[in-house]
């Protein structure tokens, strides 16, 4: 069991900012691409933002420009900055690692973001 532990989510309007936190093991931010990924009720879980290896990021479309994925090793901690924020970017974000070797995948528990008009 890997605990991934995010913080950060809330109520907010829209054309604001939110920065949500996950805090996991050292050992696993070592071996492990870490992402953001969200679900919107009634849709599927969908990819955010990750690292891809190499300092690389890979975003979605919809957050392009707006979200920033990174990372503070000191801290043991990978961010999401969420700016200009939309609606449509309500949903429960959850941090993911992806373990490289082995290919397994790891949640946090999931934090609300909820954006109003």
């Known amino acids: 069991q890997v605990d991934l532990v995010e913080s950060g989510g809330g109520l907010v309007q829209a054309g604001t900012s939110l920065r949500l936190s996950c805090t996991a093991p050292?050992?696993?931010?070592?071996?492990?691409?870490m992402g953001w990924y969200r679900q919107a009720p009634g849709k599927q879980r969908e990819l955010v933002a990750v690292?891809?290896?190499?300092?690389?990021?890979n975003y979605a479309d919809a957050v392009k420009g707006r979200f920033t994925i990174s990372r503070d090793n000191a801290k043991n901690t990978v961010y999401l900055q969420m700016n200009s924020l939309k609606v449509e970017d309500t949903a429960v974000y959850y941090c993911?690692?992806?373990?490289?070797?082995?290919?397994?995948?790891?949640w946090g528990q999931g934090t609300q973001v909820t954006v109003s008009s």
């Open positions: 690292f891809t290896g190499g300092g690389s990021t």
């Open positions: 993911n690692a992806h373990t490289v070797l082995q290919g397994r995948d790891f």
């Open positions: 050292e050992i696993v931010l070592r071996v492990s691409r």
